[in-house]
């Protein structure tokens, strides 16, 4: 039994590196136009987060905007993986505590569902890293991925 289920494992571990990169590319690209909707409107980046009382709106808004925009390269290289989706994941649950959160859960009604998602996402970047098609292991890992 114990050598089926290994077989079962190497048999579903080869896709996951392609999955890997896959996701971390579209989740990158769902924060592009967000991010160059912030720098392309800074004033109004700054009005909006003070009108959603988040607080010290202008550093904010200047720390968020520079964290998504570096997330979106640093992702899709597959570099600093880690340390950067646990930073997203910061900026995630801020978006969801101070803009998505009155409206409940549905996306249809500006709500936390797809926020979370990327959460979720980027957690899971942040446990497994960016995989076998990724700077980080070219310059950084020593292990040999499955």
């Known amino acids: 039994m114990k050598n089926?289920?290994?077989?079962?494992?190497?048999?579903?571990?080869?896709?996951?590196?392609?999955?890997?990169?896959?996701?971390?590319?579209?989740?990158?690209?769902g924060f592009s136009l967000p991010a160059l909707l912030k720098i392309n409107d800074m004033k109004g980046t700054i009005s909006w987060f003070e009108s959603v009382s988040i607080?010290?709106?202008?550093?904010?808004?200047?720390?968020?905007?520079?964290?998504?925009?570096?997330?979106?390269?640093?992702?899709?290289?597959g570099l600093f993986t880690r340390y950067i989706s646990i930073v997203l994941g910061f900026v995630m649950i801020g978006a969801i505590i101070f803009v998505h959160l009155p409206h409940g859960f549905s996306a249809n009604n500006g709500g936390f569902e797809i926020p979370l998602y990327y959460l979720?996402?980027?957690?899971?970047?942040?446990?497994?890293?960016?995989?076998?098609?990724?700077?980080?292991?070219?310059?950084?890992?020593?292990?040999?991925?499955?």
């Open 55 to 77: 607080p010290f709106p202008t550093l904010v808004a200047y720390m968020v905007t520079g964290v998504e925009s570096l997330g979106i390269i640093l992702l899709i290289l």
């Open 120 to 146: 979720a996402f980027l957690i899971i970047f942040a446990t497994f890293g960016a995989g076998k098609y990724s700077l980080d292991r070219l310059l950084f890992e020593k292990v040999k991925y499955e």
């Open 4 to 29: 089926i289920l290994a077989e079962v494992f190497v048999l579903f571990s080869y896709p996951k590196n392609i999955i890997l990169v896959v996701c971390r590319i579209v989740i990158a690209y």
